[in-house]
């Protein structure tokens, strides 16, 4: 069901690209063509191309029952059952077979015989895998910060070197510009911590997609939608017994108002989070788009005008591409920022006793 | 339909066009007032982010509406 969903939010979104690899699904593929559709959605394997293929666990459940394989490929040579099939148009041309054993389908959705597919897919997919992975790397600078700041403390030493300096400006960015300001002197320090782990998890995960290899898994509505959940609900177990008051029966407002009133407050508690889910998504996915769809041009330049003219006009692109990539680094600090700056204000109004000396007109 | 394409693509197109004009403002009266108070300037640029991305937000709404015209 979740990739049900997943697929079909991350479709709608690349609508205008659509088109594109709509073509591309002919019967010869194309090696011209770049699926940029296939590039930005969730895989079950890491792409190291051209030094090899990862595949990832895959966690089914199917009838009532957990099946666990360690890779696809060991999923789909299994004895009974377990046939592969391409969602998108064409189920043939993608898949390919050697020797009667399939091999590493690109979609590598699993269906059974009958053509229906798992119950519940927990897959662990590549998008999760950069997730993680940026998860283990803010516990491991974290920690290594936390311990060096204790030690040089203890020896009464300042911070010093690249690595103590880095973090420490944006700690303290964070912590100032962020949290203290958003939220208030009383109780900035409570939420502190996630407003860190937030945004350098958001940061990592952003600055991941523009290493080789990498995936930045903010692109994945899934994952931004996890992450604007996690501040929805601190953001409520934050609110004070005034917040509630406001959100159900905003007090100095007429009580015929309140009808009005009260269902578009409690819609706004959800926008919030949609919002935030939404902003990072797009902005993350809509970079990964334009970096495809400029390289892309090569390759449309060489299919209209031949492959010579393909090759000059890659001299214009590639600086483009690059250029590019210098706005996807800001973009990175910027959005991760964005999120936890929203995720500061959301609390922030939660929190906040605010004494009822101003009017509410 | 063709013509739901057609009506998607436009409206994409017009939403941005408000979002655009709307966060155009917030950014020069931004840069008007940290000019004219260098001292404000770390407020006005954090409720100038908090202003783009409430516009920011509504223009997600239109263009969800876009999408689903597209896709219906």
Redesign the interface.
Known sequence: MSADVRRTLL???I?SVCTLTAEAAGPEVNPKRIDILGKLSDHHYLDFKPLAKVELPRILRFDGRWEFYPSTTAALNREDGWTDAYYLANPDDLVFKKDGITLAPVTYELVRADGNGPDFDASITSHLVWFLLSGVLVFVVFGRLASKYDRRSAEGLLPRGAFMNLFETLVVFIRD?VAL??IGPDKYLRYTPYLLTVFFMILFMNLFGLAPWGVSSTSDVMITAVLALTTFAITQIAGTRDYWMHVLAMPGVPKFMLVILTPVEILGLF?KPF?LT??LF?NMAAGKMLVLSIIGMIFMFAEIFGDTVGLVSAAVWIPFTVFIYAIKIFASFLQAY?FA??SA?FIGLAAADHSHDHEHS | MEFAYLAAGLGAGISMIGAGIGIGMIGASAMEGSARQPEAAGDIRTSMIISAGLIEGATFFALAICIVLAFK
Do not use: K, P, Q, Y
């Open positions: 479709s709608m979104l609508v510009e300001a958003n926008t919002a939404i902003r797009a964005v700056m929203f204000l």
